[in-house]
């Protein structure tokens, strides 16, 4: 079986129970719930039996040690998992606005994740897993950043494969450096996975027909396109279709992409061909987004098996 690597940041999360701008006043927050889109990413592999491992670093706090444990739970391979005794590990705060958009407050440039660098047991990681999936997010410190870049160039050197999730938070685009690395990036992707308006992060193209055909024409093979609410897409120079979204009532949508984007990924690599993958990540996604916290909404392959039978049933 393909051996699926990420590398970036694992972080806790907590989730404002009242809905409004932003973190100004006084006001409740249920968690800490493990979170970090790559370690979503990664639970969600780990979960429906895909081998999967994660470069990270945490500090030596409870927060690091719930992720460590709920990742290995899931049968994550934690090798690469440094912890630095004396740091802190990454918070991220999120609050709903009435319109259904986030306020993100981040700690993660001043914990243990920023200074990400190259360990011996990371290095092990990046000479023998087959794939690796970068998020856009893991490139916004420079420790992740140059450590997602050295796992690159390491993976590809030995024939491996690279899946790539844009997954910009706005207030993360205009981090410097960003835009070079993000080029560098996708001009060695296989799998690219923006979601939304990120489709369009890469070419001057007005409509999205025309945004598929050039990132088509530089090498990219497939892109699957993720439309929230409204399900997703698969283009590549073959063949195009859609799947629309499974009705679910929406609870917390915030992981959803990167829970779709493990179940692809896994399908894809284990041989299942782009209709199925897509299926089943797009079933992925809707059960995240009917859970509470970021990684609780990571799916076992009896409960989207379960899904899907119970939403035949009533279709
Ligand atoms: P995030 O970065 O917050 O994890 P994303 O923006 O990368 O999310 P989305 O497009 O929000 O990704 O969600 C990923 C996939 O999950 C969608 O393409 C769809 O298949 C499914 N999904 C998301 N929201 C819903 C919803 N409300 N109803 C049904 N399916 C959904
Ligand atoms: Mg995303």
């Known amino acids: 079986m393909p051996k699926i ?17 932003g973190f100004r006043d006084a006001q409740p927050f249920f968690g800490p719930f493990p979170s970090g889109a790559p370690a979503i990413f990664v639970d969600q592999v780990g979960k429906i039996g895909g081998a999967a491992a994660i ?3 945490v500090g030596d706090d409870d927060f690091g040690h719930l992720n460590i444990d709920r990742l290995a739970r899931d049968d994550v ?3 690469g998992i440094e912890i630095a005794p004396g740091e802190v590990t990454g918070c991220a705060f999120v609050r709903y606005r009435e319109d259904g958009s986030r306020a993100f407050l981040f700690t993660m440039h001043q914990s243990a994740t ?3 660098s190259v360990t ?12 690796l999936h970068i998020m856009g997010t893991a490139l916004a410190a420079p420790g992740m950043a140059d450590t997602a870049l050295e796992a690159l160039r390491r993976v590809k050197a030995r024939g491996g494969t690279l899946s790539f999730d844009p997954n910009l938070r706005p207030e993360l685009i205009d981090t410097p450096g960003m835009r070079d690395r993000l080029d560098k990036i996708l001009a060695q992707t296989d799998i690219f996975m923006p ?19 050039d990132l088509l024409a530089r090498g990219i093979r497939e892109i699957v396109l993720k439309r929230g609410a409204q399900g997703a897409s698969f283009f590549s120079s073959e063949e195009r279709f859609d799947v629309g979204p499974v009705p679910v009532e929406e609870v917390d949508p915030t992981g959803a992409g990167d829970s779709f984007g493990g179940v692809y990924v896994a399908l ?3 041989g299942s061909r782009p209709a199925d993958a897509l299926h089943r990540a797009n079933a992925a996604g809707a059960l995240a987004v009917t859970r509470l916290g970021p990684m609780e909404g990571t799916s076992t392959n009896a409960e989207i098996d379960d899904f899907l039978k119970k939403q035949k049933a009533l279709s």
């Open 5 to 21: 690597l990420t590398v970036g940041e694992i972080l806790v999360e907590l989730v404002a129970t009242t809905k409004g701008d």
């Open 55 to 57: 470069i990270g670093r």
């Open 77 to 79: 391979d934690i090798s």
């Open 114 to 116: 920023a200074m990400l």
């Open 120 to 131: 011996p047991s990371g290095a092990a990681l990046m000479e023998s897993c087959d794939h």
């Open 195 to 213: 979601s939304g308006r990120e489709l369009f992060l890469f070419s001057n193209d007005k409509t999205e027909a025309h945004a598929v055909t």
């Open 268 to 270: 894809r690599l284990a």
